[in-house]
T-cell receptor
């Protein structure tokens, strides 16, 4: 079945450090891939997405490239800020009986220190 | 972007009472909404898929009589936790997919934190 595996956290970085959160997936067919972010006490927000191989999603300085050959969708940011502290979820969405079904990774908590 | 609103954002109730949580899509129609449960520092657990005008589809292990879902219109789904007990305390999140989209993108509510005393 479909699955998403992302690196365990927490990840602790200093402000302006480079961020990578690894995400790999297993899926049949051609899923869409997403990164969602959850700030403390809130629901999830879409951070970026990619719907086909080699697409690069980007938003707020974050980027991720849909790599079909390595089945990966790693999240990167060149210079993190304290305000980026949150939990990041990698997810895939694939056609399923009756519609799409979204599978979430376990989430990676990021702490950014000033 | 599309907005999903959840209400209430937090609720405290006594054991044995029922609690209703609403999920509304404010600026789009959603034929399908999803309900999740999230335990502290854990990922989202899909509880059920709510389909407008038909019965919800529950995930394995989720009691349909315990967690009643009603999707009465294209912009509203409700989750009722019946006869709540302390073990039902959790963060409940809904999401919606705009009708007619095919990318699988979801829009999430703010979440509702339920505490059962």
């Amino acid at each position: 079945g479909n699955s998403v595996t992302q690196m365990e956290g927490p990840v602790t970085l200093s402000e302006e450090a480079f961020l990578t959160i690894n995400c790999t997936y297993t899926a049949t067919g051609y899923p869409s891939l997403f990164w969602y972010v959850q700030y403390p006490g809130e629901g999830l927000q879409l951070l970026l997405k990619a719907t086909k191989a080699d697409d690069k999603g980007s938003n707020k300085g974050f980027e991720a490239t849909y790599r079909k050959e390595t089945t990966s969708f790693h999240l990167e940011k060149g210079s993190v800020q304290v305000s980026d502290s949150a939990v990041y979820f990698c997810a895939l969405s694939a056609p399923n009986t009756g519609g799409f079904k979204t599978i979430f990774g376990a989430g990676t908590r990021l702490f950014v220190k000033a | 972007g599309a907005v999903v609103s959840q209400h209430p954002s937090w609720v405290i109730c006594k054991s044995g009472t029922s609690v209703k949580i609403e999920c509304r899509s404010l600026d789009f129609q959603a034929t399908t909404m999803f309900w999740y449960r999230q335990f502290p520092k854990q990922s989202l657990m899909l509880m059920a898929t709510s389909n407008e005008g038909s019965k919800a589809t529950y995930e394995q292990g989720v009691e349909k009589d315990k967690f009643l879902i009603n999707h009465a219109s294209l912009t509203l789904s409700t989750l009722t936790v019946t006869s709540a007990h302390p073990e039902d305390s959790s963060f409940y999140i809904c999401s919606a997919r705009p009708a007619g989209t095919n990318t699988g993108e979801l829009f999430f509510g703010e979440g509702s934190r339920l505490t059962v005393l």
